[in-house]
């Protein structure tokens, strides 16, 4: 009877976590927890684009980004993102990396973030996208619509 209940249980667990479908595309420039670290975390949620979440320097708090709309930059594809004080911010897919700037400004180079186990310590992302070509994959697919 114990056997069959961690069985239902496990059957519950899948279910449930399988109806939310969540993916995540991190980007970073600069050495964590340092003044110049920036990031961003692009989320997909059940096959849609989702929030997009930005951090820098050594602050280890999270602050949401509206996005706000698709745009053609000098004949590539990109979009514009928003920031809750109102500044406005451009992110050119590039590569497998990411350009984001100012209008105007030089765009700074992002690249993938891994975020997991190193050396066997630290904990699994189960959201994370696995490697950077699967990152800019979700970026393209979602944020460039």
Same mark, same amino acid.
């Given at each position: 009877m114990k056997g069959l209940l961690m069985v239902i249980s496990a059957m519950l667990f899948v279910g449930q976590t399988a109806n939310a479908q969540t993916k995540v595309a991190n980007y970073s420039i600069g &050495? $964590?927890? /340092? @003044? &110049? $670290?920036e990031h961003f975390s #692009? !989320? =997909?949620k059940d096959g849609h684009r989702a929030e997009i979440y930005y951090r820098y320097g050594k602050v280890d708090k999270e602050f949401k =980004?509206? !996005?706000?709309n698709k745009l053609q930059v000098n004949g590539s594809d990109a979009f514009k993102v928003k920031f809750s004080n109102g500044h /406005? /911010? /451009?992110v050119i897919p590039s590569g497998i990396k990411l350009k984001i700037a100012d209008d105007g400004e030089t765009p700074k180079i992002f690249t993938w973030e891994y975020e997991g +186990? =190193?050396?066997?310590?630290?904990? #699994?992302?189960? +959201?994370?996208?696995? @490697?950077e070509k699967e990152a800019i994959q979700l970026v393209k697919a979602y944020y460039l619509k």
């Open positions: &050495k $964590y927890g /340092t @003044d &110049k $670290y #692009f !989320y =997909v =980004v509206t !996005y706000l /406005t /911010t /451009t +186990p =190193v050396n066997g310590v630290g904990t #699994f992302c189960q +959201p994370c996208t696995e @490697d």
